[in-house]
């Protein structure tokens, strides 16, 4: 069964600094799919950038980065140039590719913090 | 357009009672996912739909929950004979097909308390 882990629980970054969130993963698929998503205090979860493990180049959005190093099962997501809004918990999930039920497998989460 | 709603926002119940929690996804979504976030904790997956049809309910944490769909619309997950572990955020999602690179859009989740 794939599972997904995030080490840090609790993260803190300074305004307009740069922070570095954690997530490996275990699967013995070839082909999947990862992704980061935002949970703020209001429950609703919002996607915050995907990546296909096919693909090489690592996905950015904006100010949101991933580094995906697949042989190592690592998906981590960096946010440059950090702000206030962007203090939520942060959940790692993968989904098979070709499995029928396309359910996410989250990771416990890390509480992001941003000091102004 | 509308994203995807849930009710009630949320639910206190007593132990034993049943609660009926309902999801309404995006128009015109085929998929749609029922998770549970205890608190603290990442989301588990429950259960999900394809049109009106649960292919797998091995998620469901025991024969007390049950869901349904009408359609490609409406889903309702139902908890019998509610325990304090039952408390937790459920989250619904819906997505335009099961499979792919299709985001899951979440609604805001029931919160339910059994007391």
């Known amino acids: 069964a794939q599972t997904v882990t995030q080490s840090q629980p609790e993260m803190s970054v300074q305004e307009a600094e740069t922070v570095t969130l954690s997530c490996t993963y275990d699967?013995?698929?070839?082909?999947?799919?990862l992704f980061w998503y935002k949970q703020p205090p209001s429950r609703q979860m919002i996607l915050v950038i995907r990546?296909?493990?096919?693909?090489?180049q690592n996905a950015t959005e904006n100010r949101f980065s991933v580094n995906f190093q697949k042989a190592a099962k690592s998906f981590s997501l960096k946010i440059s140039d950090s702000q206030l809004g962007d203090a939520a918990m942060y959940f790692c999930?993968?989904?098979?590719?070709?499995?029928?039920?396309?359910?996410?497998?989250f990771g416990k989460g890390t509480k992001l913090s941003v000091k102004p | 357009g509308a994203g995807v709603s849930q009710s009630p926002s949320n639910k206190v119940t007593e132990k034993g009672k049943d609660v009926e929690l309902r999801c309404d996804p995006i128009s015109g979504h085929t998929a749609l996912y029922w998770y549970r976030q205890r608190l603290g904790q990442g989301l588990e997956f429950l259960i999900y739909?394809?049109?009106?049809?649960?292919?797998?309910k091995s998620g469901l944490p025991s024969d007390r929950f049950s869901a349904e769909r009408t359609g490609e619309s409406v889903s309702t997950l139902t908890i019998q004979r509610t325990q304090q572990e039952d408390s937790a955020v459920y989250l619904c999602?819906?997505?335009?097909?099961?499979?792919?690179?299709?985001?899951?859009?979440f609604g805001p989740g029931t919160r339910l308390t059994v007391t």
């Open positions: 990546q296909e493990a096919y693909k090489q």
């Open positions: 999930a993968y989904r098979g590719y070709g499995g029928s039920q396309g359910n996410l497998i």
């Open positions: 699967t013995s698929e070839s082909d999947y799919y």
């Open positions: 999602a819906s997505s335009p097909r099961v499979r792919g690179l299709h985001e899951q859009y």
């Open positions: 739909f394809q049109g009106n049809s649960a292919p797998d």
